[in-house]
């Protein structure tokens, strides 16, 4: 335990890490505040947006619908793009609700008739395209398929949470925006990697390597304590991370508006019954955790290494080897698809991971992703300690 | 304790640093000498269990060392040649810090801290940050950290780099000391680190040592060999270019040269009595490494 504190002194508990630490926490506070009023445009844009939303929340209203419909097409038309009608929507709260519900119907559409760009043929979806993809596997006799018992499942659930209610959600949706895929990775995994790289490799620089291991504790408590610290460290930043986002995104408007709102009000496929704020909570611990195997798996380079700059190098590297991945084509994307589906660039996308429909085919099984990726995790995580462990055995200072 | 070294190789990459390098110790203060490059700190480091050796046995009290390394760590004491401690540590937390890598209970960790940082005269200034110490008061603190478990073997490579001479002294009376009932392994390039104190010298040279013997082993080896020469400050320029000279003195218009030499070196010169130093600089300098 007294090895444990002084590791955690020397990794998080000095002077240059908190004052990193404090920078990070002023700078979550900036970008949570930032892409919350750039969404906006400014808190009375929000509070219109709000009156015009909360006017209409609930189930489908097909006057409000045409009405949205049509002034979203107009908009498109003068600005060409979706995109075009977003950027402009954010300065225009009235363009902005229009844009939200026009949004919301294409949810309600593809609810029952499956994605109006055409359906994936390996993942169908929408009740009908369902109804009759199930129809089918039952004529020809392969009720006992993998692609059965999914379909199955995922309709009943699909029917169970039933057609998508209007809801005004807004801040949540800029929250959840940034606390997964590039912006977490960038906002929080970047950060831990440069703060936990010197975990063993500064050893190395300071010939302290000598002295530790000769000593008695210096080939195994120590790792134990190291692990320690690093995976605090992790969890503190973390938290750092998630208490600047989302004290900059709704201070400026002082409201939790939508807490209590179900989760598929943003994350308009998730399989998972909760509410957005329990969906918060289940980010949070979530991203911790794939924070800490990740910790895990660095702390496991730095002791290879001797180079805090080329832990930290390879760290980055692992972090986007997902887009790294997708950038050689079509071809290496699919022949790695694990790497990517499992990645932490993926795995640190709460959203992804919970709120999709993603599921693997194990032993015909259907898993879903979820715990297909806690599985991985936990295994790379196991393999990195143990790992860590044989490594400073063996390690020498030669 | 005994300690025997049995054939150890040690090569890195093509490099042959050490070669069949064999040593036995028992109590007392052993002095490892040999010039920068020589091998010494990889020898040590190979004792001390932070390098493997490419080849070879360790042998304490009997057992093999690999086998029983935790144990052997914690009867080792080991002051490396560099370390640089952490930048945010105090001297007590850092004491403290390797006390606990050293399995010591709190309170006999405290305890030992107090009596070592006294003994090394850093009891003012252990609620300092180590970044702030002076080369001389890090040596006297990495001093102290081997000491702490109160070593069976003690392991000091160039300990007393960045002492001042008072310190030096005071660091030679704490080995002798401590070097009672215990084994002490002193690698350094200073002879007289190790002249007055040393039970036992080995030279090394190019990963090659010589046989373990006393000080005045290798003294005697030299006699005879030790010059005193008079000569003006002019013919000194000339003489040193192809002599190996030990120390110069000027008296009046002349200079006393000590000079190391097979043969009579100058038409002044008479022979002297050899020192350790002379020895050093008669296998180092003089005959260019040949330790054995």
């Given at each position: 335990?007294?090895?444990?504190?002084?590791?955690?002194?020397?990794?998080?508990?000095?002077?240059?890490?908190?004052i990193?630490?404090?920078?990070?926490?002023a700078?979550?506070?900036?970008?949570?505040?930032?892409?919350?009023?750039?969404?906006?445009?400014g808190?009375?844009?929000?509070?219109?947006?709000?009156?015009l939303?909360?006017?209409?929340?609930?189930?489908?209203?097909?006057e409000?619908?045409?009405?949205?419909?049509?002034a979203?097409?107009?908009?498109?038309?003068?600005?060409?793009?979706?995109?075009?009608?977003?950027?402009?929507?954010?300065?225009?709260p009235?363009?902005?609700?229009?844009k939200?519900?026009?949004?919301?119907?294409?949810?309600?559409d593809?609810?029952?008739?499956?994605?109006?760009?055409?359906?994936?043929?390996?993942?169908?979806t929408?009740?009908?395209p369902?109804?009759?993809?199930l129809?089918?596997?039952?004529a020809?006799?392969?009720?006992?398929?993998?692609?059965?018992?999914?379909?199955?499942?995922?309709?009943?659930?699909?029917?169970?949470?039933g057609?998508?209610?209007?809801?005004?959600?807004?801040?949540?949706?800029?929250?959840?925006?940034?606390?997964?895929?590039?912006?977490?990775?960038?906002?929080?995994?970047?950060?831990?990697?440069?703060?936990i790289?010197?975990v063993?490799?500064?050893?190395?620089?300071t010939?302290?390597?000598n002295?530790?291991?000769?000593?008695?504790?210096?080939?195994?408590?120590?790792v134990?304590?190291?692990?320690?610290?690093?995976?605090?460290?992790?969890v503190?930043?973390?938290?750092?991370?998630?208490a600047?986002?989302f004290i900059?995104?709704?201070?400026?408007?002082?409201?939790?508006?939508g807490?209590g709102?179900p989760?598929?009000?943003?994350?308009?496929?998730?399989q998972?019954?909760?509410?957005?704020?329990s969906?918060?909570?289940?980010t949070?611990?979530?991203?911790?955790f794939v924070?800490?195997v990740?910790?895990?798996?660095?702390?496991?380079?730095?002791?290879?290494?001797k180079?805090?700059?080329a832990?930290?190098?390879?760290g980055?590297v692992?972090l986007?080897?997902?887009?790294?991945?997708s950038?050689?084509?079509?071809?290496?994307?699919?022949?790695?698809?694990?790497?990517?589906?499992?990645g932490?660039?993926?795995?640190?996308?709460?959203?992804?991971?919970?709120?999709?429909?993603?599921?693997?085919?194990?032993?015909?099984?259907?898993?879903?992703?979820?715990?297909?990726?806690?599985?991985?995790?936990?295994?790379?995580?196991?393999?990195?300690?143990f790992?860590v462990?044989?490594?400073?055995?063996?390690?020498?200072?030669? | 304790?005994k300690?025997?070294m049995?054939?150890?190789?040690?090569?890195?990459?093509?490099?042959e640093?050490?070669?069949d390098v064999s040593?036995?110790?028992?109590?007392?203060?052993?002095?490892?000498?040999?010039p920068?490059?020589?091998g010494?700190?990889?020898l040590?480091?190979?004792?001390?269990g932070?390098?493997?050796p490419?080849?070879g046995?360790?042998i304490?009290?009997?057992?093999?060392?690999?086998?029983?390394?935790?144990?052997?760590?914690s009867?080792?004491?080991?002051?490396?040649q560099?370390?640089n401690?952490y930048?945010?540590?105090?001297?007590?937390?850092?004491?403290?810090?390797?006390?606990?890598?050293k399995?010591?209970p709190?309170?006999?960790?405290?305890?030992?801290?107090?009596?070592?940082?006294?003994?090394?005269?850093?009891?003012?200034?252990?609620?300092?940050r180590?970044?702030?110490?002076?080369?001389?008061m890090?040596?006297?603190?990495g001093?102290?950290?081997?000491?702490l478990?109160?070593?069976?073997?003690?392991?000091?490579?160039?300990p007393?780099?960045?002492?001042?001479p008072?310190?030096?002294?005071?660091?030679?009376n704490?080995?002798?000391?401590?070097?009672?009932?215990?084994?002490?392994?002193?690698?350094?390039?200073?002879?007289?680190?190790?002249?007055?104190?040393?039970?036992?010298?080995?030279m090394?040279?190019?990963?090659?040592?010589?046989d373990?013997?006393?000080?005045?082993?290798?003294?005697?080896?030299?006699?005879?060999?030790?010059?005193?020469?008079?000569m003006?400050?002019?013919?000194?320029l000339e003489?040193?270019k192809?002599?190996?000279i030990?120390n110069?003195?000027?008296?009046?218009?002349?200079?006393?040269?000590?000079v190391i030499?097979?043969?009579?070196?100058?038409?002044?010169?008479?022979?002297?009595?050899?020192?350790?130093?002379?020895?050093?600089l008669?296998i180092?300098n003089?005959k260019?490494?040949?330790v054995?």
């Amino acid at each position: 335990m007294k090895l444990f504190r002084f590791e955690l002194r020397k990794l998080l508990l000095n002077k240059k890490t908190l004052i990193t630490s404090a920078v990070l926490l002023a700078l979550y506070c900036v970008v949570g505040v930032g892409l919350s009023i750039a969404s906006f445009g400014g808190l009375e844009n929000y509070s219109v947006y709000s009156e015009l939303a909360n006017a209409v929340t609930g189930p489908y209203n097909a006057e409000q619908a045409e009405l949205s419909n049509i002034a979203y097409e107009a908009a498109k038309e003068r600005w060409g793009t979706d995109e075009g009608v977003t950027k402009l929507s954010s300065q225009d709260p009235q363009l902005k609700f229009d844009k939200a519900y026009y949004d919301y119907t294409v949810t309600v559409d593809e609810y029952w008739n499956g994605p109006i760009l055409g359906q994936d043929v390996d993942n169908i979806t929408g009740i009908y395209p369902l109804q009759q993809q199930l129809a089918e596997l039952t004529a020809a006799g392969a009720t006992g398929s993998y692609d059965y018992q999914r379909y199955s499942a995922q309709l009943e659930t699909e029917l169970a949470a039933g057609e998508p209610e209007f809801q005004n959600a807004a801040l949540w949706e800029s929250l959840f925006g940034v606390w997964g895929g590039v912006m977490a990775v960038i906002l929080l995994f970047f950060p831990i990697s440069f703060i936990i790289a010197p975990v063993f490799t500064n050893e190395n620089t300071t010939g302290m390597d000598n002295i530790i291991l000769s000593s008695k504790k210096g080939q195994g408590q120590i790792v134990a304590a190291k692990v320690g610290a690093v995976s605090v460290t992790c969890v503190i930043i973390a938290l750092i991370y998630f208490a600047g986002t989302f004290i900059g995104t709704f201070l400026p408007f002082g409201t939790l508006a939508g807490a209590g709102l179900p989760i598929r009000s943003v994350l308009t496929a998730s399989q998972i019954s909760m509410s957005i704020g329990s969906f918060a909570a289940l980010t949070v611990v979530w991203t911790i955790f794939v924070a800490i195997v990740y910790g895990a798996v660095l702390t496991l380079i730095s002791s290879k290494l001797k180079s805090q700059a080329a832990t930290f190098g390879i760290g980055i590297v692992i972090l986007l080897g997902n887009v790294m991945i997708s950038a050689l084509g079509t071809t290496v994307e699919d022949t790695l698809s694990m790497l990517i589906d499992f990645g932490f660039m993926n795995t640190a996308n709460a959203s992804a991971i919970f709120g999709g429909l993603t599921s693997f085919n194990v032993f015909g099984s259907v898993v879903p992703y979820y715990i297909m990726a806690l599985v991985i995790l936990l295994v790379i995580g196991i393999i990195a300690l143990f790992g860590v462990r044989i490594s400073q055995k063996y390690r020498t200072v030669a | 304790m005994k300690i025997s070294m049995n054939g150890i190789y040690k090569n890195f990459g093509k490099k042959e640093v050490l070669k069949d390098v064999s040593l036995t110790m028992g109590n007392g203060v052993y002095g490892l000498l040999g010039p920068n490059g020589a091998g010494k700190t990889t020898l040590i480091r190979i004792l001390a269990g932070v390098v493997r050796p490419t080849k070879g046995q360790i042998i304490i009290d009997g057992k093999d060392r690999e086998d029983n390394t935790e144990l052997f760590r914690s009867k080792i004491g080991y002051l490396p040649q560099d370390v640089n401690f952490y930048n945010d540590f105090t001297g007590l937390e850092y004491l403290q810090y390797v006390a606990s890598l050293k399995g010591l209970p709190d309170h006999e960790a405290a305890r030992k801290i107090e009596e070592l940082a006294d003994k090394v005269s850093i009891t003012a200034d252990l609620s300092r940050r180590c970044v702030t110490y002076s080369g001389g008061m890090k040596r006297r603190l990495g001093i102290a950290q081997a000491l702490l478990n109160d070593p069976e073997l003690l392991i000091l490579d160039e300990p007393t780099a960045g002492l001042d001479p008072s310190e030096r002294i005071k660091f030679r009376n704490i080995v002798s000391a401590f070097s009672k009932d215990k084994t002490v392994l002193l690698s350094t390039h200073i002879v007289s680190d190790v002249d007055n104190i040393a039970r036992e010298v080995v030279m090394i040279q190019d990963g090659q040592v010589s046989d373990m013997q006393t000080s005045k082993h290798f003294i005697a080896g030299v006699n005879g060999k030790v010059w005193y020469a008079t000569m003006n400050a002019d013919d000194l320029l000339e003489f040193q270019k192809h002599a190996v000279i030990s120390n110069v003195v000027p008296m009046g218009n002349e200079m006393a040269v000590r000079v190391i030499s097979d043969i009579k070196p100058h038409e002044s010169a008479v022979c002297t009595e050899p020192n350790l130093e002379d020895v050093y600089l008669y296998i180092y300098n003089y005959k260019g490494g040949k330790v054995a």
